[in-house]
C-alpha cells in the first residue's frame, strides 16, 4: 500500500477525546528526506496527529504507516525509526546536558563509548559543548530546545517529529532552531514538523497541510498556498459609511476582514504596485472614498479565512503565540 | 532489563541533585525519634527502655516516608514530555517505574542505615545475632519494596504532584495507629481493630521480636504476606495504570 518513496502514509485517521473529535479524518503523504509542515492554530488536531504517527495514542479508526510499519501493529519497528521532540522540553532539568544524551544513548542501545562519542558529537553540533557540564535547570530556552532535539538525534532516525519546535523562543532562538531543521536534512532523514506559524511552515517546509478542525483543509508546497491566499494584505480606512458599505458589497468574498466602527477593511493582494493600484482603481474610481491604506504580510488568520472561510476561532497571530509561550512557561516551571 | 538499570541511575542521579528532599528524608525521621526517646519518653511505659521499643517503628516510618516518596518522583515524570520520549524509543512502563522504585529502595535503604546509626549514639542497644540482623534487613527491604511500588501506583493515578504528595502524607500517619509508637493496649477499645490488623503492626512486631531477641511468633510470617501482597497487587496494577495515563 505504501510507496516506497513516502516516510508516512496516512488515511482516515479518526480521534475522539470522549465527546470533542479532535481528528475527523486526516489524510497525508509524506515523501522520504522531505520536511513537512503540519500548519493550524491551536486545538486543529496537531499534536493528535503527532501522537498517532509516533504511536504514543493509537486512533480510533483509519491506518498509517511510518517508515514502512504499521503504526498499530508494528509498532516496536516504528518506533525504532523515529524519534519525537514534544512541545515541553523531555530533558531532565536536574541532568547535565552530557548526562541527557548519554542516557539517551544508552537507552537507545550505543555502548559506553558509542554513546559518548555521540554525545560529544551532537553537542558541537548544536554548539552546546560550553554548556555540557552544567545542569539544564540553568539553559536558556533555545538551548534547552536545542537540547531536547540532540536528544532525539542520538538514536540516528529515519523520521523525525517535532511538534512545535519553536513556540515560546525568542526570534534569535528561532532562527537558531530553524538553521537546526535545515541542516537535519541534508543528512537525508524525513522531518514532519507542527507549527502555528506560517513563515516558519514557508522557511522550513517542502510541502504544507493547513489543519482545521481535525481535517486538512489544504496541501502543496509553500509557494501553491501562496498563491491560494497571497501573501499579502492590504488594509483601507474609508472616509465614510457609504464608501465603507460600497466597497464591502463590492468586494463580497474577496473581503479578508472587516471592522464596520472604524470603517476599515482589508482585502488579499500579492503586495506588488500594480496590484495595489488596479485594487484601489477598482474600489475607488473617483480617487475620494479610501482615506488611507497600508500593506500587511499575510497572517495566519488570512491564511485561515481564505482556505476555510472563517478565522483561526478568533485568535489573532499574537494571541496564539503569547499563550502558548505562556503554555511553556508553565511546563518549564513545574 | 538494561533500560531499568539505565533509568535507575537517572533516578539515582537525579535524587542526589535535589537535597532538600534527600535532607528532609533522612532528617524528619532522626527528629521525630528524638522527640519521641527525649520529649515523650519519659511518659510512656513500654516494659523496656523506650529508645529500644521506638526504633522499629522510626525505622518504620523512615522506610514508609521515604518510599512514598516515589509517587512524587513517578508525577514528576509523567506530567513532563520525558515519558512520552521514552515510549517513542519503544521504553515500556515496568522499566520506568522499576528504576523509580529500584531508586527508591537505595534511597531508603541508606536513609534507614543513617536511621539506625543515629539510633545507636543515643542509647539503643539490640540484643539481635546475625540471623536476624538478616531477617530485619529482608524484611525492611521487602516492606520498602512494596511501599515504593504502591506509591508509584499513586503517583499514576494522581492528577499533580500536590496530590502524590497526600500519599507521602498517608504513609508517615499510618505507624501511629500501630505498636509503633506506644503499645496497643494503652488505645480506646474501638482502634484495636484496626491498629492490630493494619499491615505496619506485624512488620514492627517483626522488627522489634528480632531486634530485641524475644519471640517473634507469627508477625515474621504476616510481614512477608502483607508485603508481598502488596508488591503483587501494585506492580501487577502498575503496567495497567500506566497503560490508562499514557493513553
Given at each position: 500500500m505504501?510507496?516506497?518513496?513516502?516516510?508516512?502514509?496516512a488515511s482516515g485517521?479518526?480521534?475522539?477525546?470522549?465527546?470533542?473529535?479532535?481528528l475527523?479524518?486526516?489524510d497525508?503523504?509524506?515523501?522520504?528526506?522531505?520536511?513537512f509542515a503540519?500548519?493550524?492554530?491551536?486545538g486543529?488536531?496537531?499534536?493528535t496527529?503527532?501522537?498517532?504517527?509516533?504511536?504514543l495514542?493509537?486512533?480510533?479508526a483509519g491506518r498509517?504507516r511510518?517508515?514502512?510499519?504499521?503504526v498499530?501493529?508494528?509498532?516496536r519497528?516504528?518506533?525504532?525509526a523515529i524519534?519525537?521532540?514534544?512541545?515541553?522540553?523531555?530533558?531532565?532539568?536536574?541532568?547535565?546536558?552530557?548526562?541527557?544524551?548519554?542516557m539517551?544513548?544508552?537507552?537507545t542501545?550505543?555502548g559506553?563509548?558509542e554513546?559518548?562519542?555521540?554525545?560529544?558529537?551532537?553537542?558541537?553540533?548544536f554548539?552546546?559543548?560550553?554548556?555540557a557540564?552544567?545542569?539544564?535547570?540553568t539553559?536558556s530556552g533555545?538551548?534547552?530546545?536545542?537540547?531536547?532535539?540532540?536528544?532525539g538525534?542520538?538514536?540516528?532516525?529515519?523520521?523525525?517529529f517535532?511538534?512545535?519546535?519553536?513556540?515560546g523562543?525568542?526570534?534569535?532562538?528561532?532562527?537558531?532552531?530553524?538553521?537546526?531543521v535545515?541542516?537535519?536534512?541534508?543528512?537525508g532523514v524525513?522531518?514532519?514538523?507542527?507549527?502555528?506559524y506560517?513563515?516558519e511552515?514557508d522557511?522550513l517546509?517542502?510541502?504544507?497541510?493547513?489543519v482545521?478542525?481535525g481535517?486538512v483543509?489544504?496541501?502543496?508546497?509553500?509557494?501553491?498556498?501562496k498563491?491560494?491566499?497571497?501573501?499579502?494584505?492590504?488594509?483601507?480606512?474609508?472616509?465614510?459609511?457609504?464608501?465603507y458599505?460600497?466597497?464591502?458589497?463590492?468586494?463580497?468574498?474577496?473581503?479578508?476582514?472587516s471592522?464596520?466602527?472604524?470603517?476599515t477593511?482589508?482585502?488579499?493582494?500579492?503586495?506588488?504596485?500594480?496590484?495595489?493600484?488596479?485594487?484601489l482603481?477598482e474600489?475607488?474610481?473617483?480617487?475620494?472614498?479610501?482615506?488611507?491604506?497600508?500593506v500587511h504580510?499575510?497572517?495566519?488568520?488570512?491564511?485561515?479565512?481564505?482556505?476555510?472561510?472563517?478565522?483561526a476561532?478568533?485568535?489573532s497571530r499574537?494571541?496564539?503565540g503569547?499563550?502558548?509561550a505562556?503554555?511553556?512557561?508553565?511546563?518549564?516551571?513545574? | 532489563m538494561?533500560d531499568?538499570?539505565?533509568l535507575?541511575?537517572?533516578?539515582?542521579?537525579l535524587?542526589?541533585?535535589?537535597?532538600?528532599a534527600v535532607?528532609?528524608?533522612?532528617l524528619l525521621?532522626?527528629?521525630?525519634?528524638?522527640v519521641?526517646?527525649?520529649?515523650?519518653?519519659?511518659a510512656?511505659h513500654?516494659?523496656t527502655?523506650?529508645v529500644?521499643y521506638?526504633?522499629?517503628g522510626?525505622?518504620?516510618?523512615c522506610?514508609?516516608?521515604g518510599?512514598?516518596?516515589t509517587?512524587?518522583?513517578?508525577?514528576?515524570?509523567m506530567?513532563g514530555?520525558?515519558?512520552?520520549?521514552?515510549?517513542s524509543l519503544?521504553?515500556?512502563?515496568t522499566?520506568i517505574?522499576?528504576?523509580?522504585?529500584?531508586?527508591?529502595?537505595?534511597?531508603?535503604?541508606?536513609a534507614?542505615?543513617i536511621?539506625?546509626?543515629?539510633?545507636?549514639?543515643?542509647?539503643?542497644?539490640?540484643?539481635a545475632?546475625p540471623?536476624?540482623?538478616?531477617a530485619?534487613?529482608?524484611?525492611?527491604?521487602?516492606?520498602?519494596?512494596?511501599?515504593?511500588?504502591?506509591?508509584?501506583c499513586?503517583?499514576?493515578?494522581?492528577?499533580?504532584?500536590?496530590?502524590?504528595?497526600g500519599?507521602?502524607?498517608?504513609?508517615?500517619?499510618?505507624?501511629?495507629?500501630?505498636s509503633?509508637?506506644?503499645?496497643i493496649?494503652?488505645?480506646?477499645?474501638?482502634l484495636h481493630?484496626?491498629a492490630?490488623?493494619?499491615?505496619?503492626?506485624?512488620?514492627?512486631?517483626a522488627?522489634?521480636g528480632?531486634?530485641?531477641?524475644?519471640p517473634?511468633g507469627d508477625?515474621a510470617?504476616?510481614?512477608l504476606?502483607?508485603c508481598?501482597?502488596?508488591?503483587?497487587?501494585a506492580?501487577g496494577?502498575?503496567?495497567a495504570?500506566?497503560r490508562?495515563?499514557?493513553?
Amino acid at each position: 500500500m505504501a510507496h516506497r518513496s513516502a516516510a508516512i502514509e496516512a488515511s482516515g485517521l479518526e480521534k475522539s477525546y470522549g465527546a470533542v473529535k479532535v481528528l475527523r479524518g486526516v489524510d497525508l503523504s509524506v515523501a522520504r528526506g522531505s520536511v513537512f509542515a503540519l500548519l493550524g492554530p491551536n486545538g486543529a488536531g496537531k499534536t493528535t496527529t503527532v501522537r498517532i504517527l509516533s504511536t504514543l495514542t493509537p486512533p480510533d479508526a483509519g491506518r498509517a504507516r511510518v517508515a514502512g510499519f504499521d503504526v498499530i501493529t508494528d509498532r516496536r519497528h516504528v518506533r525504532r525509526a523515529i524519534s519525537l521532540t514534544g512541545q515541553y522540553a523531555a530533558v531532565d532539568e536536574m541532568q547535565t546536558g552530557e548526562e541527557n544524551l548519554l542516557m539517551m544513548g544508552r537507552l537507545t542501545r550505543l555502548g559506553r563509548t558509542e554513546a559518548r562519542g555521540r554525545a560529544r558529537e551532537l553537542l558541537e553540533r548544536f554548539d552546546l559543548t560550553g554548556a555540557a557540564r552544567r545542569a539544564v535547570g540553568t539553559y536558556s530556552g533555545g538551548m534547552r530546545r536545542r537540547l531536547d532535539l540532540a536528544a532525539g538525534l542520538v538514536g540516528h532516525p529515519e523520521v523525525i517529529f517535532l511538534d512545535e519546535p519553536t513556540t515560546g523562543l525568542d526570534p534569535r532562538s528561532r532562527q537558531a532552531m530553524w538553521d537546526v531543521v535545515k541542516g537535519l536534512v541534508t543528512d537525508g532523514v524525513t522531518v514532519f514538523l507542527t507549527t502555528q506559524y506560517l513563515d516558519e511552515a514557508d522557511q522550513l517546509a517542502d510541502r504544507i497541510a493547513v489543519v482545521d478542525g481535525g481535517r486538512v483543509v489544504a496541501e502543496g508546497t509553500p509557494a501553491e498556498l501562496k498563491e491560494r491566499v497571497a501573501g499579502r494584505r492590504l488594509d483601507l480606512v474609508l472616509c465614510d459609511v457609504a464608501g465603507y458599505e460600497r466597497a464591502v458589497r463590492q468586494l463580497g468574498v474577496r473581503l479578508v476582514w472587516s471592522d464596520a466602527d472604524r470603517l476599515t477593511l482589508g482585502v488579499a493582494t500579492d503586495g506588488g504596485a500594480a496590484h495595489v493600484r488596479a485594487l484601489l482603481d477598482e474600489i475607488d474610481p473617483e480617487r475620494r472614498a479610501v482615506d488611507r491604506f497600508t500593506v500587511h504580510s499575510a497572517t495566519l488568520d488570512d491564511v485561515f479565512m481564505a482556505l476555510t472561510g472563517h478565522t483561526a476561532r478568533g485568535e489573532s497571530r499574537n494571541a496564539t503565540g503569547e499563550s502558548a509561550a505562556e503554555g511553556a512557561k508553565e511546563a518549564a516551571g513545574v | 532489563m538494561s533500560d531499568a538499570i539505565v533509568l535507575t541511575g537517572r533516578t539515582i542521579r537525579l535524587t542526589r541533585r535535589n537535597l532538600d528532599a534527600v535532607l528532609t528524608a533522612m532528617l524528619l525521621p532522626v527528629m521525630l525519634m528524638l522527640v519521641f526517646v527525649y520529649f515523650f519518653g519519659g511518659a510512656i511505659h513500654t516494659g523496656t527502655e523506650y529508645v529500644t521499643y521506638v526504633v522499629p517503628g522510626v525505622m518504620l516510618l523512615c522506610a514508609g516516608f521515604g518510599s512514598a516518596n516515589t509517587a512524587v518522583t513517578v508525577i514528576h515524570d509523567m506530567t513532563g514530555g520525558i515519558v512520552d520520549r521514552f515510549r517513542s524509543l519503544d521504553i515500556g512502563g515496568t522499566p520506568i517505574l522499576a528504576g523509580h522504585v529500584a531508586a527508591s529502595v537505595l534511597r531508603n535503604t541508606v536513609a534507614t542505615a543513617i536511621v539506625f546509626g543515629v539510633a545507636f549514639l543515643i542509647g539503643f542497644r539490640p540484643h539481635a545475632g546475625p540471623f536476624d540482623w538478616l531477617a530485619v534487613a529482608g524484611i525492611l527491604l521487602m516492606f520498602i519494596l512494596a511501599i515504593s511500588w504502591l506509591s508509584a501506583c499513586f503517583g499514576l493515578i494522581a492528577r499533580s504532584p500536590e496530590a502524590a504528595g497526600g500519599f507521602t502524607f498517608l504513609m508517615m500517619f499510618l505507624p501511629y495507629p500501630s505498636s509503633a509508637f506506644v503499645p496497643i493496649d494503652t488505645m480506646p477499645g474501638w482502634l484495636h481493630g484496626f491498629a492490630e490488623h493494619q499491615p505496619v503492626t506485624p512488620v514492627i512486631e517483626a522488627l522489634r521480636g528480632l531486634l530485641l531477641d524475644r519471640p517473634v511468633g507469627d508477625s515474621a510470617w504476616q510481614a512477608l504476606v502483607w508485603c508481598g501482597g502488596i508488591l503483587v497487587v501494585a506492580a501487577g496494577a502498575s503496567g495497567a495504570l500506566f497503560r490508562r495515563r499514557t493513553a
